[in-house]
Structure formats: C-alpha cells, structure tokens
C-alpha cells in the first residue's frame, strides 16, 4: 500500500463550517428547550462568541491544558496489540488520552467551559455524569476554580462506578444520587436540566457531550477538538503520512468527534464511530444508536435516538457506563447520512475480550467505553476487514482503574 502523505490542510469545508446560526447540522440540532431556558442558552451562545475571539480566553486554555492537563497527550505505536492482530503489516497508533490529568479526554471540556462559567460571573456549576469520568473532571476544575460543583449521577451508574464518586466527593463535589426513570445518564442530565431552569442566574451547566440544545453540541466539539489536531500532527511526525482509518468510541460522541474533526476534509482517511450492541442488538438490550436509531428530540437536540414504534425513548444497555446513553450527537447524525462516518457496534463481551487483551499485550488498562474500539479492530482483523500495510489510528478515551470490579467479576481470572 503506497503511503498517503499529507498535502496541508484545506480550507473549511461545508462541514466545519456547521452548526448553522440555528445551531443545526443540516436538519439536526437545534434547541428544543423549556422557555425558561432559552434566555439563558442565549446568554450563553453570546458568551462563547465573544471567548472564543477573545486571544486572553485561548491563551489560558492553552496554558492550563499544557500545565495542568498535560497536553499534549502521548501518541505511540502498540506492537504488542499489533501482533493480537495479526495483519500482517498493519501498524496501530494509540492516542493516550488515558494519560490526561484526571484519567480520559473530559478535562478538555471541563476546562474550557469552566473557564467560560467563570467568565460568565457564575459561581455553580452543574453537570451530569454517566461513568464519571466527567464529573470528576468538572469537580477537580471547580476546586481550582473556587466554584461550588453539583454532580448529578444515575443510582445505577452511582452503584458501577463507585470509585469515581469517592473521587467526586473527595474534590469538593456534591454528588446528587437520581433515582427516576433507568438511573442512568439519561436521568442525570434530565435532574441536571431541571436544575439549571432555577438557578441560571448564578448557575452554568456544564454539559459533558455533543448533544443537548444549541449552542452545547458545537461548544463540548470545539474543546475536545484538540484530540484530533495534536494526533494528525503526532501521526505525520512519526510516520509521514495520514491514517487508513480511526477509530473511537461512541455514546454520546464527544471523544469521538474531537479525534475525528482533524480529518474531517481528507476522504481517504475512513472514520469508524464504535458503539455499544451491549448484550446484542436483536435483544433491544444495547446503546446502538448510530446504528439502529432513528432520528428524533431527545434532550434538547434533533438526532438520532433509540425510541420504539410510538416514539418512546428506549431504555439502553451497555456494560460501560459512558456509552449507556439512548442519542448520539447532531453533528453525528449529519455526518451518518452523509457517510463521512460509519458506525458498527460490539457486544460487552467483545468490549471485555479488548478490555483483557489490551491490558495484556501493552500493559495498558483500557476503560471499558474504549474497549468497544480495541474489540472491534480485534473483530475486524478476525472477518479479514483490516487490510495489509494499513495505518491505523486508535482513540483511547480514558484510562480503566474505574472499571477493575466490574472486569473482575464478569471476566474469569481478570
């Protein structure tokens, strides 16, 4: 396979170009939210405009991403799992976001919008968490802050992934257990939301992914954007030219984008969204919506959703907690029907299979979200998809410490 080398960016194409001044993505997006928030969502929308021209703004992301988050995060090839593989020739580049401060890529976020919340006079600040990885972020950006935090957290998720609560309370977060509908993420961001209606005149909410009402889908992209642009640059210094394919995680879809976004204009390069088929699609017990949704409005944004015949939102499973989410973002359903990106989904087994073997063969311990990524490249290779001499590039959203129970009791001598 003759190597593809980098030709220098284009301009800004059709599709960075989006959201649109409606906060839509083609015909998703939007901002479907109680008139008791719009005031607010307009506010913010204002606020972010005149951040991101703001050159004092950027300057001190920029000094707290590299200073406190260690950015840029570390990018290196796995021969290890290049071997597990076994395609012969095939190269795989890992981007460690596991290695950023508070174990995954939701510091990103969490720094610039707590930035933002600061800028706004806001003294708290709310957010949602479904593995807690994003609440753990926002409470340790609080704490710098000197902003009270509010985390909001699914009874369920609160049960699996116990470890990051402590860490939540142990940085100064008030951790609010939500019993309502599944008690998963879903519920949090809905107490998240009711919250936020009463108090946004001294609270900013902190959303943790690429869905919700205008202007949040383009705001959480922007910050973690800084995946894809330090792994384009990484990759072409020490290989010379542009990945075959890429590859992350999908739920919400905010990691996902923030790798994807830097090769967006460059078609050649294929980007593979990897979701959760939990305990198989045909059980309707799975988190698959790029998948096997439909598009629909679910929390604020027109996308695509789980939701049966009439409409319902669907109940969702997936043994990890960050992608057990019924919607993916607007900018994923765009780029869905546009085909820029394809979405295959693997079963917990096939995420706990990547979760082993991973850890393994590199002495890296994967987050169950980015296992789903690690089983399908291992799918893959296996159904002969992965061609020879190929250059893979995989996005690892965070690190797995917060995963260890529950690999202990559904993998035998884990």
């Not at 609440?135 to 009270?148: D, F, I, K, W």
């Not at 019993?179 to 519920?187: N, P, Y």
């Not at 078609?267 to 198989?280: D, K, T």
Request: charged fraction near 25%; aromatic fraction near 6%.
């Amino acid at each position: 396979m003759s190597a593809r080398v980098d030709g220098g960016r284009s301009t800004r194409n059709r599709i960075e170009e989006l959201p649109d001044a409606a906060g839509r993505f083609g015909v998703y997006g939007g901002r479907y939210a109680p008139e008791a928030l719009m005031a607010a969502l307009t506010e913010l929308e204002e606020a972010y405009r005149l951040a991101r021209a703001d050159v004092t703004f950027a300057t001190e992301l920029e000094t707290l991403l590299r200073e406190r988050a260690g950015r840029p995060t570390r990018l290196h090839r796995v021969p290890g799992f290049e071997r597990v593989l076994g395609v012969p020739g095939a190269r795989v580049y890992v981007k460690r976001e596991d290695m950023a401060y508070t174990g995954s890529y939701k510091i990103n976020n969490a720094l610039g919008q707590a930035l933002l919340a600061a800028r706004m006079s806001r003294t708290r600040v709310i957010a949602e968490t479904g593995a807690g990885q994003h609440g753990v972020a926002v409470a340790s950006v609080c704490a710098m802050l000197g902003l009270r935090c509010v985390v909001y957290m699914g009874a369920h998720d609160m049960a699996r992934q116990a470890s990051n609560v402590a860490r939540m309370r142990m940085l100064g977060a008030e951790v609010r257990r939500v019993d309502t509908g599944g008690r998963k993420v879903k519920a949090a961001v809905s107490e998240a939301v009711r919250d936020w209606v009463s108090t946004t005149d001294t609270s900013y909410l902190l959303f943790g992914t690429v869905t919700g009402p205008a202007p949040y889908p383009a705001i959480v992209r922007d910050f973690q954007t800084v995946i894809g642009r330090e792994s384009r640059r990484q990759l072409l210094a020490a290989t010379g030219r542009l990945p075959d394919r890429v590859v992350a995680c999908v739920g919400g879809g905010s990691n996902a984008l923030g790798l994807f976004h830097a090769f967006l204009d460059t078609p050649e390069v294929a980007l593979i969204g990897v979701e959760a088929a939990g305990r198989g699609i045909e059980t309707g017990q799975h988190a698959a919506t790029g998948t096997a949704g439909a598009p629909g409005e679910l929390d604020g944004s027109f996308s695509y959703l789980l939701q049966d015949a009439d409409g319902q939102v669907q109940r969702t499973h997936s043994i990890a907690a960050g992608l057990d989410y019924p919607a993916i973002g607007p900018e994923h359903g765009y780029l869905k029907d546009r085909g820029r990106v394809r979405y295959h989904a693997v079963t917990d087994a096939a995420a706990l299979r990547g979760f082993r073997a991973f850890s393994r063969c590199e002495g890296i311990v994967p987050a169950l979200e980015s296992a789903h990524a690690v089983g399908y490249l291992m799918e893959s290779a296996e159904r002969g998809e992965l061609a020879p001499d190929s250059l893979i590039l995989l996005g690892l959203s965070g690190r797995g410490d917060k995963d260890l129970g529950i690999a202990a009791v559904t993998l035998p001598e884990a």
